[in-house]
Every structure is written in C-alpha cells, then in structure tokens.
C-alpha cells in the first residue's frame, strides 16, 4: 500500500510539473522564500540568545 502512495504522488507531481510548469515553479519559489524566513528568524534567535 505504501508503494501505491509514494509511485502516485511522484506521478501527481511529475504530471503537475509538465502540466503547469508555471504554477509549479511558483508554488516551489513560495516554499523556499518560507524557509528562508525560517532560516533568518532561527539565525536571529540563536544570535541574540548567545550574546
């Protein structure tokens, strides 16, 4: 059962990437802008908890 998911979510991605290559790049620029928000406020955290 666990094969049927992952094999389907590479084929719903894949097929999302050829489909709408656009949305897809969108949405994947939109997950790194968050995790660089992430990145900077745990960097800030950690900056001002040290000094």
Known sequence: MDK???YGAIAFLIFF???APDS?????DRVLGW???I??????FVTN???
């Open 35 to 37: 995790l660089q928000d």
């Open 4 to 6: 049927i998911v992952k």
């Open 17 to 19: 990437v050829v489909t």
């Open 49 to 51: 908890t040290a000094l």
């Open 24 to 28: 897809a790049a969108s949405i994947i």
């Open 39 to 44: 990145g900077n406020g745990v960097s800030e």
